[in-house]
């Protein structure tokens, strides 16, 4: 098959669509920064991989351009920015216009600054901290007491968070310097595209996810360019002995740059997460990707993946811009996913993938078949040889951020009803989906890896109480029903809370079909943290145990401890905990044995394995 239209004869449509489209971008009474722009077109290899919104840069005589720290545009062919480089444009940008702000959001495992920037018209950074009250309303129904007339009455007065996040992976390095310009764009670009987009919506960007990744790859980035002709070596590591499964982080939080991430999204009540990555030619919306989708997530929520995706690719198709497309081999299954944070609270996530060369320099690429071939979801395919550069790269995920931010601002409304009704449907689900509620025992063998999965669910927000008294409650086992007693002390997650969906997808089997159309699913397909923990979460359905009597934990959920009895010899039981093994290296000089066999001591059964400690 072939490309909808070649190289050749796509100039001088091109040219035609440029003159009739350009007028919807930009301001024509605003100035055009002329050597910037001139850069633009230089550095981009060819005028279809370019759309009138990117095609030029607006001027300003108080704000400054990404080139007054990069010492070139952009896209540049030359060289990476280091975090600090993206932080000081950034920090520079806010302190000249009150329509850009930026939050220092955490530190990394090294101690590198995380930030998030925010981008809208001074009338919605004058109320931010009144917008997120409202957002807050709309993402937890309860504090409204559930009432539809009241969420609606706040509609209009409520402006919605676009959160985008680039390079959590450090060798897809074109993020940071799209970021910074799309930044300046939205901040200064008085046409009507760029001003509807700040009037009607607050923009929030993280250029970079993963800081200490991104410092090591723009230092290899400087060494390649130091050496040229010689091969360059491969990132060991990105991040603090972690790679590129940093992106699948989203369900443990095991990461800093997870925990921040998750926090400045839920803080700032956004309703989209919007990861960019760099792998196939040209744009793949990949959220749209293919089945079977998340079990545990709202059907709303896959229907807002299909309109906002499929709308990106008819828009950058009407720029013509080949190789734009929405239908994938990415499943959506797991919830492992950094931009899967929005979707497991009731959000919207997204991810990009753009076509990159991880360093900066102009490359000749050549794609395989399988990229180029035209087929029912990519009726504009990619050409099949290429000269591929960093502008190009930029070009295009400006550009399709652009175009999501346009249609997110024009469909704002229907956007925050689906948020309050996503968030309403968590909460009814103990009584409309179900389960009821998860009750990990408080006589559970394991309390010390108890607590840690406990303490996984609270990082993700979800609310627990723990039952002030014994209980019981109807079980379903594989031979019939039964009814389960429960002692006091019982920690219940229950499913009538803004964010049940999360709890529900960490602690509950998956079953992937073998029969299932998608024969290769594209990452893990089971994950159930009660088996990976060997603690015991039982699943209640009767909406009965929302009935116990429980009080909230609102203090980080630990295992007791202590000692009891005297002498100079300790035993401890062994009884599986992961800390047992903690434990005897923190007391690597001390004396201790290990019991070959089961035993009792004052009335205790000890386990095979117990430690045995000599004073």
């Not at 529900?504 to 088996?531: I, M, R, V």
């Amino acid at each position: 098959s072939e490309s909808t239209f070649s190289a050749m004869s796509r100039l001088p449509f091109l040219a035609l669509f440029a003159a009739l489209t350009t007028s919807a971008a930009a301001q024509p009474a605003q100035p055009v920064d002329s050597a910037y722009t001139k850069k633009i077109h230089e550095y981009t290899t060819a005028p279809f991989f370019s759309s009138p919104l990117v095609e030029y840069l607006p001027a300003s005589s108080t704000v400054p351009t990404p080139q007054s720290v990069l010492g070139d545009i952009a896209g540049n062919p030359s060289k990476l920015p280091y975090s600090t480089d993206v932080y000081t444009y950034m920090r520079k940008l806010a302190a000249a216009t009150p329509r850009v702000r930026v939050y220092s959001i955490g530190k990394t495992e090294e101690g590198r600054e995380m930030v998030a920037v925010a981008v809208a018209s001074e009338a919605l950074m004058a109320s931010l901290d009144a917008n997120r009250a409202r957002l807050a309303q709309r993402g937890d129904p309860r504090t409204i007491g559930m009432d539809d007339h009241r969420a609606a009455a706040i509609v209009d007065s409520t402006t919605p968070i676009y959160y985008i996040t680039g390079t959590i992976h450090s060798t897809e390095s074109g993020a940071p310097s799209a970021l910074m310009e799309l930044a300046y764009r939205l901040a200064v670009d008085e046409g009507p595209y760029v001003k509807n987009i700040r009037d009607h919506l607050i923009t929030l960007i993280t250029p970079i996810v993963e800081v200490d990744g991104r410092d090591r790859m723009v230092d290899l980035s400087r060494w390649h360019a130091a050496h040229p002709g010689e091969t360059y070596p491969s990132l060991l590591y990105w991040g603090h002995y972690v790679a590129h499964d940093n992106n699948r982080d989203a369900m443990s939080l095991t990461l800093k740059l997870s925990q921040n991430v998750l926090n400045t999204y839920l803080d700032w009540h956004a309703q989209v997460l919007h990861d960019l990555h760099e792998s196939v030619p040209y744009l793949y919306d990949n959220t749209v990707g293919d089945g079977p989708y998340n079990a545990w997530l709202d059907p709303l929520l896959t229907n807002e993946w299909q309109i906002i995706g499929w709308n990106n690719v008819q828009e950058m198709t009407r720029f013509g811009m080949p190789g734009v497309f929405a239908h994938g081999d990415f499943d959506t299954w797991s919830p492992g996913y950094l931009m899967f944070m929005a979707a497991t609270h009731n959000g919207i996530s997204r991810l990009y993938e753009t076509f990159g060369n991880a360093m900066p320099e102009t490359e000749e690429r050549t794609l395989d078949p399988s990229e180029t071939s035209r087929t029912w979801y990519r009726q504009d395919p990619p050409l099949p040889r290429v000269k591929w550069s960093m502008r190009d790269n930029n070009n295009y995920e400006e550009t399709g951020l652009l175009v999501s931010l346009s249609y997110f601002a024009n469909n704002r409304h229907q956007f925050l009803e689906n948020y309050y009704e996503k968030s309403k449907r968590s909460i009814l689900k103990a009584h409309t989906e179900g389960p009821a509620a998860y009750v990990l025992p408080a006589d559970d063998p394991r309390p010390g890896t108890q607590a840690e999965l406990l303490r996984i669910l609270q990082k993700q927000h979800v609310e627990i109480v723990r039952s002030t008294a014994a209980f019981t409650a109807p079980v379903h086992k594989a031979h019939g029903d039964t009814t389960r007693s429960f002692p006091a002390g019982s920690y219940i997650v229950r499913m009538d809370q803004p964010y049940s969906r999360i709890a529900d997808a960490l602690l509950d089997y998956q079953y992937w079909s073998p029969n299932d159309p998608q024969k290769t699913p594209y990452d893990d397909t089971g994950w159930t943290f009660p088996e990976l923990f060997a603690v015991e979460a039982v699943r209640v359905t009767d909406p009965a145990v929302l009935n116990v009597a429980d009080q909230r934990v609102t203090d980080t959920i630990r295992a007791p401890g202590g000692v009891t009895g005297s002498g100079t010899t300790y035993v401890i039981n062994h009884n599986g905990d992961n800390a047992l093994v903690t434990l005897r290296y923190r007391l690597k000089t001390a004396d201790i044995s290990v019991a070959e066999d089961s035993f009792h001591l004052n009335g205790k059964a000890f386990n095979r394995g117990s430690f045995i400690i000599k004073n």
